[in-house]
T-cell receptor, first 119, second 114 residues
């Protein structure tokens, strides 16, 4: 299993609260990602980072923000949680892997996820 | 529009039986196709990754095939076990940039009964 961790695993909070979802990896990967996943639906990329002090928004618009002050740490923050933020949040990091024929690809390793419920 | 479609949406089989999951994609330009296993309440774990030049790859009881011409892939599970109960997600990586973008299917929910 990959060395990528997320806390908390489950969180139930009231509307309007500020929350931070933690993600850390010990593999020294430069690239990290946050995905949002609803039950039975595909993963949607909401944020990514190519390294320290680099953050970009993903394909799915999100009211959350991220920071990347240290290579191993990529926290996600919601300033004011709402019921529409209820979802599973998955963090991932990736490394470049050489495949046959001289090509390469990014192997992504996922954390266990945080199940967020906003009441 | 780049898409990844999986079928069936859900599948129930008896322990010890084989099954095949399907994935059709329209992603272009194509870089590689991945199959992930996601247990309930966990993050996805990679099973196989196939590039354009590979048409089959095995990982234990899991065998993935790829037909880049018809843009279809399948994941065959042999001699299923109760622990195979999970969602199996097909993911296609395009070659649009240095990293490319990952396109995720919605997964096939497999349940293995004793």
């Amino acid at each position: 299993e990959a060395d990528i961790y997320q806390t908390p695993r489950y969180l139930v909070i009231g509307t309007g609260k500020k929350i931070t979802l933690e993600c850390s990896q010990t593999m020294g990967h430069d690239k990290m990602y946050w995905y949002q996943q609803d039950p039975g639906m595909e993963l949607h990329l909401i944020h990514y980072s190519y390294g320290v002090n680099s953050t970009e928004k993903g394909d799915l618009s999100s009211e959350s923000t991220v920071s990347r002050i240290r290579t191993e740490h990529f926290p996600l923050t919601l300033e004011s949680a709402r019921p529409s933020h209820t979802s599973q949040y998955l963090c991932a990091s990736s490394s470049l892997v050489a495949s046959g024929g001289g090509s390469s690809y990014n192997e992504q390793f996922f954390g266990p996820g945080t199940r967020l419920t906003v009441l | 529009k780049n898409q990844v479609e999986q079928s069936p949406q859900s599948l129930i089989i008896l322990e010890g039986k084989n099954c095949t999951l399907q994935c059709n994609y329209t992603v272009s330009p194509f870089s590689n196709l991945r199959w992930y296993k996601q247990d309930t309440g966990r993050g996805p774990v990679s099973l196989t990754i196939m590039t354009f030049s590979e048409n089959t790859k095995s990982n234990g009881r899991y065998t993935a095939t790829l037909d880049a011409d018809t843009k279809q892939s399948s994941l065959h599970i042999t001699a299923s076990q109760l622990s195979d109960s999970a969602s199996y997600i097909c993911v296609v990586n395009d070659r649009g940039s240095t990293l490319g973008r990952l396109y995720f299917g919605r997964g096939t929910q497999l349940t293995v009964w004793p």
